[in-house]
């Protein structure tokens, strides 16, 4: 009994039992995501270590405590999202790069809002609002339709999935203990290049697949958004405000808490990093920008108090699915590292190094797209994936920063979007 017992709590017989749940109940089953996640985390607690009467409530545990770390981030985004579409900064954004490009430069024009609007807002949303211009350039230039649409694609997923604050990149970063400010330059120097890119492949393949332009329902308030006067639209300053802003005061305290740090530090230094933390707290940041994005929706739109009250409240509800999926996988990847995978992954690799550090970014890599291909969520995928990737890391030296890591692990994010995908 006593082998039977050891076998079923070997750590790598549970981490496939619970990626098999996950996957097979979402592809096989056609499951909700949230119910696979917590499923998994119970099935893997269960077989994990530890006392009979904590399995169940260890994971309610993990789960509120991986809700309470994603709630005010990811219902923040929502807000400032609905409200940049819905007040026109998003579009005034789109319409200054145009203007700095040319016309005959769109499709970077396109690629390049996407990269900006992406960084605190989602990316179907950005995508929403971004379509109807792609479809008003083509009616007026009658070609190169699909290097538009491919051109936002390439912008906006690449910020979407590697550059806080974006609630996916954000919490990444807080699974693998990574700065997010490390996150935010690194994530960004990697996007930029895979960006171009795409817009150049969106330029290739555009040449050798044209498509036309097809009828599209649900779009007709956002183009009708897009033919709006620059009168009526809030200037670029404003609209930027809400983008610009929490990466500054999060990308503030990486700074003064590094000088900090420094040897010789003055204690004025020291002091100033107490405030910055308190700053550049992604929460607070990400609640100062929504509370500028909703000022800025109601200067620009003057809503009734109903019509404001709707409109976040539409916005918070589309968020509450994304919290709950993603607290699940908080909670899975929690009942991971109680089954102690961390320390047998560092049980393959005594000396560490390169050759872990180069197995747990491929591991993360692999499953954060398994992740995305099963249940569609990019921000569900990095999430769960970074959690589960955390426990491996534990007890690893992995003889590198493990911003990298969790560049691998948002790189994996960016594989196999489909019909699951609400950006698709």
């Known amino acids: 009994m006593e082998s039977q017992a050891s076998f079923l709590q070997n750590p790598f017989l549970i981490l496939f039992v619970g990626v098999a749940i996950v996957i097979g109940m979402i592809i096989g089953g056609r499951i909700n995501a949230f119910v696979a996640l917590i499923t998994a985390a119970i099935v893997v607690s269960l077989m994990a270590p530890g006392e009979i009467a904590e399995k169940i409530s260890r994971v309610a545990a993990a789960f509120g405590a991986a809700a309470g770390n994603i709630g005010i981030v990811i219902g923040m985004a929502a807000v400032i999202g609905i409200c940049l579409m819905d007040s026109g900064a998003a579009d005034r954004i789109v319409r200054a790069f145009v203007r700095v490009l040319g ?196 200067a620009q739109c003057r809503p009734t108090a109903e019509k404001l009250g709707q409109t976040i409240e539409n916005a918070l509800m589309s968020a509450g699915v994304i919290i709950l999926i993603t607290a699940a996988g908080g909670a899975f990847g929690a009942m991971l590292k109680a089954a102690q995978i961390g320390d047998a992954i560092a049980a393959l690799f005594p000396s560490g190094g390169a050759s872990a550090g180069l197995v747990l970014m491929c591991l993360g890599f692999v499953i954060t797209a398994l992740l995305k291909f099963a249940q569609g969520s990019t921000t569900v995928a990095v999430i769960t994936a970074s959690s589960m990737i955390a426990a491996m890391v534990k007890g690893v030296d992995l003889d590198f920063n493990p911003v990298y890591l969790a560049t691998a692990i948002g790189g994996g994010g960016l594989i196999g979007s489909w019909m699951n995908d609400s950006g698709f």
């Open 103 to 298: 016309e005959k430069r769109s499709s970077a024009a396109l690629a390049g809002s996407g990269f900006v609007l992406s960084i605190p807002v989602f990316f179907d949303t950005v995508f929403y609002l971004l379509v109807p211009l792609a479809r008003s350039l083509f009616r007026r230039t009658h070609r190169n339709y699909l290097k538009y649409v491919l051109a936002i694609s390439a912008g906006a997923a690449v910020t979407h999935t590697l550059v806080p604050p974006t609630p996916g990149p954000l919490l990444m970063a807080d699974n693998l203990d990574v700065d997010v400010g490390d996150m935010i330059m690194v994530g960004a120097l990697v996007a930029l290049p895979s960006a171009i890119a795409g817009l150049f492949f969106a330029a290739w393949l555009d040449r050798r697949m044209p498509i036309e332009m097809r009828p599209l329902a649900g779009t007709e308030e956002a183009e009708k958004a897009a033919d709006k006067s620059d009168a009526e639209l809030p200037n670029l300053f404003v609209s930027l405000l809400p983008i610009v802003l929490p990466v500054v005061m999060i990308s503030a305290n990486t700074i003064v808490s590094r000088l900090a740090g420094a040897p010789g530090a003055s204690e004025a230094v020291k002091d100033a990093s107490q405030w910055t933390a308190v700053i550049g707290n992604a929460n607070l940041a990400l609640l100062v920008s929504a509370a500028i994005a909703v000022f800025v929706y109601v």
